[in-house]
């Protein structure tokens, strides 16, 4: 199946540092990636979608100014969190959509970034 | 609007029990794609299956097995004879564009030995 990777896996940082998390598709090229936040035992939610050359799009909510979302290239987005705070630790999650080349769409995710701001 | 629903918030069951995980969704679009995906305590969201809208049948794979049916907008997932190694959060998700995906609350499901 196809495989997402996510860097940092765990990320412990001070307050007002920033951290930046990398998501990559490793064998196939998505033209979306989605940010995910996990609090502990709740559903996922939806931060913003990144679209491949152009600028993401972010959930209500969501400060955009906070979370930085680059999506350089196919294989790669990065969510830099900025001056993080305590209340910013959380779990983060990339997925990415695959499609084409005769596999069915459908959205892989990546193992995710357990961030804890001290 | 979209929605999905998974009512049961914990199940726990004893190995080899067999157990269903509930799913329910809202959605007016004709075109939609359903998913399960599963969260273990290591945290990765690992893929089960993907269905259609317009594909109805059923699905097994090994101890895992799928009932779709429109006409009560479920999509149920039950494990036949549950492993400890099943032990999981497991999420629905619903879908009509692959633009945004609508997940559930999950459903945690506990197999002791």
């Known amino acids: 199946g196809a495989v997402v990777s996510q ?6 940082c001070k307050s007002g540092t920033s951290v930046k998390i990398e998501c990559r598709s490793l064998d196939f090229q998505a033209t979306t990636m989605f940010w ?14 990144s679209n491949e050359g152009s600028k993401a799009t972010y959930e209500q909510g969501v400060e955009k100014d906070k979370f930085l979302i680059n999506h350089a290239s196919l294989t790669l987005s990065t969510l830099t969190v900025t001056s993080a705070h305590p209340e910013d630790s959380s779990f983060y999650i990339c997925s990415a959509i695959s499609a084409g080349g005769g596999v069915q769409i459908t959205q892989y995710f ?9 | 609007a979209q929605k999905v629903t998974q009512a049961q918030t ?10 269903t995980l509930d799913c329910v969704y809202e959605t007016r679009d004709t075109t939609y794609y359903l998913f399960w995906y599963k969260q273990p305590p290591s945290g990765e969201l690992v893929f089960l299956i993907r269905r259609n809208s317009f594909d109805e049948q059923n699905e097994i794979s ?11 907008s479920s999509f149920n997932f039950t494990i036949t004879a549950s492993q400890v190694v099943d032990s999981a959060v497991y999420f629905c998700a619903l879908t009509n564009n692959f633009n945004k995906f609508y997940f559930g609350s999950g459903t945690k499901l506990n197999v002791k030995p």
């Open chain 1, 36 to 49: 995910y936040r996990q609090f502990p035992k709740q559903s996922l939610m939806l931060m913003a979608t």
């Open chain 2, 10 to 19: 914990e199940i726990s069951v004893v190995e080899k029990e067999d157990v």
């Open chain 1, 7 to 12: 860097h940092p896996s765990r990320v412990i």
């Open chain 1, 110 to 118: 990546g193992p995710g970034t357990r961030l804890t701001v001290l």
């Open chain 2, 62 to 72: 090994g101890r895992y097995s799928w009932n779709f049916q429109k006409s009560t």
